[in-house]
Structure formats: structure tokens, C-alpha cells
């Protein structure tokens, strides 16, 4: 591992100590969960942000959250985020099953 510094309110240090408390374990621990937690919680903003742009496909959303794309759809769902599938898409599909 490597060593990482960085300045933290007092605000932001007691919830990580509370957050290690709870959890049995030491600050150290607590800032690795956390920022694990935090970051993947992000990578799956930031995709389906992209998503709903239509920047990326389901597939290239799950790429950057670097999930399965069932993990995606899931996530993209329990969010209340709409499918950029359209009638189109459906078209294209059936003439493909053809």
C-alpha cells in the first residue's frame, strides 16, 4: 500500500472516526471503506450521467462503472432512469432476429 495525505475538517474527521468506531476498526480502515464506498458510488453517477446523455450505450455505462451490464440496468432502474432504448432500437433488433 501506499501512503496518501490529505486535509480533512474536523467535521469530516469525527464522522470517520464515528464511522471506525462503529465498525470496530481504525481510522485508517474507515478512510479506505469510505473512499472504496464513495468512489465506486461515483463511477456509477458518472456513467449513468453519460447514459442519459447519450454519450454511452448501457454497455459503455457499465464500462466505466466497471459493473456487468445487468449491474447497470439494475442501478439505471432503482435510480427511476429511463431506457435511451427506443422504437427504433426495437426495430433494429427484430430485423436482426430475422
Known sequence: ???VTARMSDDELELLDRL???RGSGRSDAIREAVRRGAREEL???ALERYQAGAVGMR??????DVSIA???????D???LSNYDEADLEDDFDALR
Open 20 to 22: 471506525a468506531t462503529e
Open 1 to 3: 500500500m501506499k501512503t
Open 44 to 46: 456509477v453517477q458518472i
Open 60 to 65: 459503455g455505462a457499465a464500462e466505466i462503472a
Open 79 to 81: 435510480r427511476g432512469i
Open 71 to 77: 449491474r447497470m440496468m439494475a442501478e439505471a432502474n
